[in-house]
């Protein structure tokens, strides 16, 4: 099979990736890539979901494209049922040897990792990064009233430890979603093309972890881990994993001992809750449950206190990934005395019982309906 090309146009304002009916743009002020490289950390997985070799037509660093290389290794034996094995080429740009500048720039979402990461970051060392926030992953292109609540809830926080704020606009998540790439691995590369897209201004970007590096093993699968997110840099960019030393379990302290920070976090999977938290979806819930663990006490944040029974019946235990999650949790809490709260996920844990499909269906409406209070509950406050 041919290769697959794509090719990258740039303006100050829009960067458009094209190859063979695919287009992804990103737009925003001032853009400053180098070279292709954010067609490269784009196209990659796109060409080895495809199993065709990829050609990028342009300029592209020897040592990106070096990295390029081993991450198509890595990525066809850690998920052969989604990548094949590629061959890649580009055009060869020679770098520049030494960083336009010594300031990086970090993903920032406003959610738990993120959040912990720049505190942690001005805390621990007094850097301030320029920060990129995303528009086009957690809030839709066409979602800009929900998506300037979020900047507005993070602004005193990013003001506080962060340095210049940079919005970017992409749709380049559609074309990942049409060819069947899993989110849980492609945000990985997205966030390298986003920040590929001020390459020249910087000499790093920052990525938060998900999953501590202990934890890389049980947790399957991700896009970001300390054996891939490094090899998306190139001679003059060095893509850096913050935190991978801390676990959900260390990272909520953290965040919990900060009114600013506690206060700014957003962590809901209800969209229409977002960017508040409704205190009652799944991924709430099991915000909840691991400050439960963590500190013994659930922070002032949801407009839903505590944890109720029925607050566990549309926890889908079935994912590997957690199953695992919830088990350490539950662990945690039996060492702090909290585990009584968490006796309905435990028991499910011990027994590998599932609902039946009319009882989970009826759980997940139950789970609706609560979060369509929760968002009535918050805009009353």
């Known amino acids: 099979m041919a290769p697959i090309t794509f090719r990258q146009t740039d303006t100050v304002d829009e960067i458009v990736v ?18 292709a490289h954010v067609a490269l950390w784009f196209a990659l997985p796109l060409a080895m979901r495809m199993g065709r070799d990829l050609y990028i037509d342009g300029a592209v660093c020897p ?22 094995p590629i061959e890649i080429e580009a055009q060869v740009l020679n770098p520049d040897q030494i960083p336009a500048s010594d300031r990086r720039i970090m993903a920032f979402s ?44 993070t602004a005193q926080f990013r003001a506080e430890h ?5 919005i970017l606009r992409t749709d380049a998540g559609t074309s990942y979603r049409a060819f069947k790439v899993p989110i849980s691995i492609s945000f990985g590369f997205l966030l390298a093309a986003c920040l590929g897209t001020h390459e020249k201004r910087y000499k790093g970007g920052i990525i938060a ?6 934890y890389e093993c049980t947790e399957g699968v991700y896009g970001t881990s300390s054996g891939v997110t490094p090899l998306m840099s190139s001679a003059t ?32 999977e209800d969209y229409q809750s977002r960017p508040h938290n409704c205190g009652v979806c799944a991924k709430c819930v099991r915000t909840k449950g691991n400050f439960l663990a963590a500190i013994r006490t659930i922070p002032d944040m949801f407009p839903k206190p505590g944890l109720d029974p029925e607050d566990f019946d549309a926890i889908d235990l079935r994912a590997p990934v957690y199953a695992q999650s ?10 702090n005395g909290t585990d009584a709260v968490l006796n309905p996920i435990a028991n499910r844990l011990e027994t590998g019982f599932h609902p039946g499909r009319i009882r989970w269906t009826i759980y997940r409406i139950k789970a609706v309906l609560r979060a369509y209070k929760a968002r009535r509950r918050n805009r009353k406050s």
Not at 162 to 166: A, M, P, V, Y
Not at 238 to 267: G, M
Request: aromatic share 6%; glycine share 6%; hydrophobic share 40%.
């Open 110 to 153: 406003g959610g738990v990792d993120s959040s912990t990461a720049l505190l942690n970051l001005h805390h621990n060392t007094g850097e301030r990064p320029d920060l990129l926030t995303i528009q086009g992953l957690d809030y839709r292109l066409s979602d800009k009233q929900r998506f300037q609540h979020l900047l507005d809830k």
């Open 237 to 268: 960019f060095q893509t850096f994993l913050a935190d991978l030393d801390l676990s959900r379990f260390d990272k909520l302290p953290i965040l919990a001992a900060d009114p600013i920070a506690i206060n700014s976090v957003s962590c809901c």
């Open 209 to 214: 972890s998900d999953v501590a590096q202990c």
């Open 63 to 84: 040592v990106a494209l070096d990295n390029a290389r081993r991450l198509a290794t890595i990525w066809s034996n850690l998920a052969p049922q989604v990548f094949e």
């Open 18 to 35: 094209r190859g063979e009916g695919i287009v992804a743009r990103f737009s925003g002020q001032d853009l400053q890539p180098r070279g």
């Open 162 to 166: 962060g340095n210049q704020q940079r």
């Open 326 to 335: 919830w088990k350490r949790m539950v662990a945690r809490a039996k060492e």
